[in-house]
């Protein structure tokens, strides 16, 4: 609750009030509200439908977005958040990213100094990583040992003394043993 105070909702009154004609349409939703939960969507990671669960759940959530009684239905449908951020476009979304920060001065979170030198972090950003439990690192390996074994004149024989025979002849189900030993042929023959 102390985050709602900090924030001056009026600026995003002023900035975004121009977006919404009084006459034409349903009537629009609160600002404060779709503000409110893009702010907390954000800085959660949390996608549409989850902070529109949270809203459902939290009087906290509730009262950061301005309402002053629990609610047990939600306001808006969960498609209004991505049409309210086309209509509002990047430019006006920086004007939250600009409201946080200063929100973040008022109540000392971060000093002028602060912004005068960024780190990133880019380590939870996802990569193309092939884990050691996958086959195709084990047959990447295999085709590189093979390649290698050819530029030296290494002569390779596969083990069992062949090609593996194609799946409709390999045994399956109970007995394979049995069934392979059979079409193997007498024994001592």
């Not at 600026?11 to 977006?19: C, D, H, I, K």
């Not at 349903?26 to 907390?40: C, F, I, Q, W």
């Not at 880019?122 to 050819?150: F, Y």
């Amino acid at each position: 609750m102390r985050l709602a105070r900090l924030i001056d909702w009026r600026v995003f009154e002023e900035r975004f009030g121009s977006l919404y004609a009084e006459a034409a349409g349903r009537p629009a939703l609160p600002t404060r509200l779709m503000v409110a939960l893009h702010l907390l969507k954000h800085m959660d990671g949390l996608s549409d439908e989850a902070i529109c669960a949270r809203y459902l759940d939290s009087p906290y959530v509730q009262a950061f977005c301005g309402e002053t009684h629990f609610q047990h239905t939600l306001p808006l449908d969960r498609s209004s958040m991505t049409r309210w951020r086309k209509r509002i476009g990047p430019e006006r979304m920086e004007a939250l990213l600009a409201e946080t920060l200063a929100a973040a001065e008022r109540g000392g979170a971060v000093a002028e100094k602060h912004y005068k030198r960024v780190t990133i972090d880019t380590t939870v950003q996802p990569k193309a990583v092939t884990h050691p439990t996958d086959s195709k690192l084990l047959h990447s390996g295999i085709e590189t040992l093979a390649r290698m074994a050819r530029r030296h004149g290494i002569t390779l024989r596969q083990a069992g003394g062949g090609a593996p025979a194609p799946w409709w002849q390999t045994p399956r189900g109970r007995g394979s043993r049995a069934q392979a030993a059979n079409l193997a042929g007498p024994a001592g023959s």
